[in-house]
């Protein structure tokens, strides 16, 4: 390894339902890396959990890629961020000097690997164990911005345990139009609409694939769904950019899965969104305060819906602690609306990484 540039570890895939929007949003991240900064040592985690060192993509590709035949690999804690091969006790360790932890859903994105990593004693970009926990379960985080006074959607939550009947749910959140999702989900994986009880128990059929506790939200009939990237720079101070909006193609009804990665033709991405600049700066004063509620740190995107019959209303909806990074997805695309391209946005992020672990070594 040639030490004068950072060496990244740049994980991906994992467990969860979101391994392959974890792949592309690594293939994204990887291009834009500096190469005269930054030697990548792509780490490719397997759907069964277990690590191995992945590829260096091609940079058209859509992608990364675990090769079959791809070595092993652990970061074992109190190492300072050496990674180690398993089984090869003559191959010499990687010292990583950052991680760059590009997984989306459970055991990514929910506090589990930023414990690792703490233990591990290596730096990595984005929240730290509170906030990416806090953040990922949307009921908890629902609290928390409830009781903090932000505006959000009424909700109720469901567990395998204590299930609850279509009238009973409408009865509870105030309306006859539902969502229901996981509670420890991304992507809309396992989301859908529910207006009758039949749709209402498929919806919570699937959504129980996916966690053992669902919510289940007032669907806000038409509802302009914002979005707003915030930003930690190195010294701690926090940037919103600039606001999008997601119009989704009426043939999917919502920002589905397959709107978001499918279909190249599932929404329309509209920056900057079509808000007056009171409403503007209303929705990234309260990106910020959501992102400080949930003690959040790095990076995030947070979304927010607008009821079109109350053009003033605001609601926080939920907030990426490890937004997607693929070539068509809102955080970086926000940024570079507002001037920071992709590039830039890694130094950003990397740099926030480092000066925070340094923060936490100085006596």
Known sequence: MNHTRKVVGLLFGGRSAEHDVSRMSAANILRALDPAHYEIVPIGIRRDGRWFLGNAAATDAKSLEIPSDAPEVTLPPGRNGELFALGDASRAPLRLDVVFPVLHGPNGEDGTV???????????????????????????????????????????????????????????????????????????????????????????????????????????????????????????????????????????GFYSYDAKYEDAAGADLRIPAALSPEQARHAQELAIAAFRVLCCEGLARVDFFIDPRDPKSLFVNEINTLPGFTAISMYPKLWEAGGLPQRGLMEALIGHALARDQRKTQP
């Open 114 to 252: 930023q414990g690792l990593l703490e233990l591990a004693g290596v730096p990595y970009v984005g929240s730290g164990v509170m906030g990416s926990a806090a953040s990922m379960d949307k009921d908890v985080a629902k609290r928390l911005l409830r009781d903090a006074g932000l505006p959000i959607v009424p909700y109720l939550t469901l567990t395998d345990h204590d299930p609850v009947d279509y009238i009973a749910a409408t009865v509870a959140v105030g309306s006859p139009e539902l969502f229901i999702k996981p509670a420890n989900m991304g992507s809309s994986v396992g989301v859908s609409p529910a207006k009758t009880p039949a749709e209402f128990a498929r919806a919570c059929e699937l959504a129980f694939r996916y966690d053992r506790k669902i919510i289940v939200e007032r669907s806000v009939a038409g509802a302009r769904e914002i979005e707003c990237s915030v930003l930690e720079e190195a010294s701690g101070a926090l940037r919103a950019s600039p606001l999008g909006e997601i119009v989704p193609a009426s043939s999917h």
